[in-house]
Nanobody, 114 residues
Framework: QVHLVESGGDLVQPGGSLRLSCAASGFPFSTYWMYWVREAPGKGLEWVSSLNSNADRTYYADSVKGRFTISRDNAKNTLYLHMSNLQIDDTAVYYC???????WGQGTQVTVSS
């Protein structure tokens, strides 16, 4: 079966850090671009970051540039998002996605609050 399973979401104070993981299965993970997308309360989906299959091309939304880092371990079929200096506006459900196949995980909740 084809799956994306996110983990690592948590409640964190402003200025804190988290690392999200996304475990992939059922498709050739190492050949696909992968994405992180988030949905904040009362807002639509927002693209956060993209990473190519070789992990040598990264792209970030302006709102997270310099604070978030996307990476992948193709041997482990896992995508990561390291988030630092988290702000209240980063509160959202974070999804990893294989957009070419329209495959999404179930999401993981990140809440930034003092």
């Amino acid at each position: 079966q084809v799956h994306l399973v996110e983990s690592g979401g948590d409640l964190v104070q402003p200025g804190g850090s988290l690392r999200l993981s996304c475990a992939a299965s059922g498709f050739p993970f190492s050949t696909y671009w992968m994405y992180w997308v988030r949905e904040a309360p009362g807002k639509g989906l927002e693209w956060v970051s993209s990473l190519n299959s070789n992990a040598d091309r990264t792209y970030y939304a302006d709102s997270v540039k310099g604070r978030f880092t996307i990476s992948r371990d193709n041997a482990k079929n896992t995508l990561y998002l390291h988030m630092s200096n988290l702000q209240i506006d980063d509160t959202a459900v974070y999804y990893c996605a294989n957009l070419r196949s329209d495959l999404w995980g179930q999401g993981t909740q990140v809440t930034v609050s003092s």
